[in-house]
């Protein structure tokens, strides 16, 4: 079935310093979310990508979707202490309709 | 709007005991779909439904039903707790999956 993968588990950033996270299909996606959790928090909904190569900017986060619509990548740039958080990718492929499979995240740990 | 409203917010259960954990929404979303967190581990879909009427099972369904009588409400029912279903239980809800999911605060189980 279909899997999601996210590297790295964990990432420690200097605040300032500039970082990215990695995440890849097993199959084809439809689809790609992205969701951000704050310690003790739920999940909240940063982006979609949808179309192939796609890119998209929220200030200082840069969200791109695969040419294969396999991978996708989030960069944050200047890490600031409000971007301490896991964040996830979740994705939705034709073969498993109905249904969101989420990566295990990366945990941002940020040292100012 | 409240949007997604989960009860209760902590619960602890014998081994053997059955409980049922409520989830509610008011955006007149048709897709509602419960994940358990655990540690390393990212949301895992335990059971979705893309309708009043309509479920089915996601990757971990096992000790767990569901139902949805109406579009509002998709309560999850623990049949017979077991320590391994200790975890943080999220429902969420969408337009449909297509869209962005909205999550509950949670619900933390433990189960000794």
């Known amino acids: 079935g279909q899997q999601v993968m996210q590297i790295p588990q964990y990432q420690h950033v200097q605040e300032g310093e500039d970082f990215t996270t990695y995440c890849n299909s097993s199959?084809?996606?439809?689809?790609i979310q992205w969701y951000k959790q704050r310690p003790g928090g739920h999940p909240v909904f940063l982006i979609q990508?949808?179309?192939?190569?796609e890119v998209k900017k929220q200030k200082r986060l840069t969200f791109q979707f695969g040419e294969a619509k396999k991978n996708s990548s989030l960069h944050i740039t200047a890490t600031q202490t409000t971007d301490v958080g896991t964040y996830f990718c979740?994705?939705?492929?034709?073969?498993?309709?109905?249904?969101?499979?989420f990566g295990a995240g990366t945990q941002v740990v940020v040292t100012p | 709007n409240a949007g997604v409203t989960q009860t209760p917010k902590f619960q602890v259960l014998k081994t053997g005991q059955s409980m049922t954990l409520q989830c509610a929404q008011d955006?007149?979303?048709?897709?509602m779909s419960w994940y358990r967190q655990d540690p390393g581990m990212g949301l895992r879909l335990i059971h979705y439904?893309?309708?009043?009427?309509?479920?089915d099972q996601g990757e971990v369904p096992n000790g767990y039903n569901v139902s949805r009588s109406t579009t509002e409400d998709f309560p999850l029912r623990l049949l017979s707790a077991a320590p391994s279903q200790t975890s943080v239980y999220f429902c969420?809800?969408?337009?449909?999956?297509?869209?962005?999911?909205?999550f509950g605060p949670g619900t933390r189980l433990t189960v000794t």
């Open positions: 979740a994705g939705q492929s034709a073969d498993s309709w109905g249904k969101l499979q």
């Open positions: 969420a809800s969408s337009r449909t999956l297509a869209y962005e999911q909205y």
């Open positions: 199959t084809t996606l439809s689809n």
């Open positions: 990508l949808v179309k192939s190569g």
């Open positions: 439904s893309v309708g009043a009427g309509i479920t």
């Open positions: 955006m007149n979303h048709e897709y």
